[in-house]
């Protein structure tokens, strides 16, 4: 059982930057992969990355690659969205998830993939 914790969310100006965290609650995080998504109202949930077990590396939608950096540091059970140059378009509620798999799989974009979720924290871009 996994429950995870989303944190590091606020109201930042157009360029600006933020750090999000996902927290497990409960469970060993560095043993999964995990995933970050985000929502706006009226929309579908939007796929952003997804970082394997053990490694520092991950996998980017084209639509934040170069911006969006994914981490994890396994002694604080915690994986890490770092954001930079946040434009109008990046509000939203953002989330991150894991179905406890070690790998991001070439499905890791769908929200189907994943059966536990953290609650989300709010991203605001706004001069």
């Known amino acids: 059982q996994v429950q995870l914790v989303e944190s590091g969310g606020g109201r930042v100006q157009p360029g600006g930057s933020l750090r999000l965290s996902c927290a497990a609650s409960t469970g060993t995080l560095s043993w999964y992969a995990v995933a970050w998504f985000r929502q706006v109202p009226g929309k579908e949930r939007e796929p952003l990355s997804c970082i394997t077990s053990g490694a520092a590396n991950g996998r980017y939608a084209e639509s934040v690659k170069g911006r969006f950096t994914v981490s994890r540091d396994d002694a604080m059970n915690t994986v890490y969205l770092q954001m930079i140059g946040l434009k109008p378009e990046d509000p939203a509620i953002y989330y991150c998830?894991?179905?406890?798999?070690?790998?991001?799989?070439?499905?890791?974009?769908?929200?189907?993939?994943?059966?536990?979720w953290g609650r989300g924290t709010q991203v605001t871009v706004s001069p």
């Open positions: 998830a894991t179905n406890r798999v070690e790998n991001c799989m070439s499905t890791w974009d769908l929200t189907q993939q994943y059966d536990y």
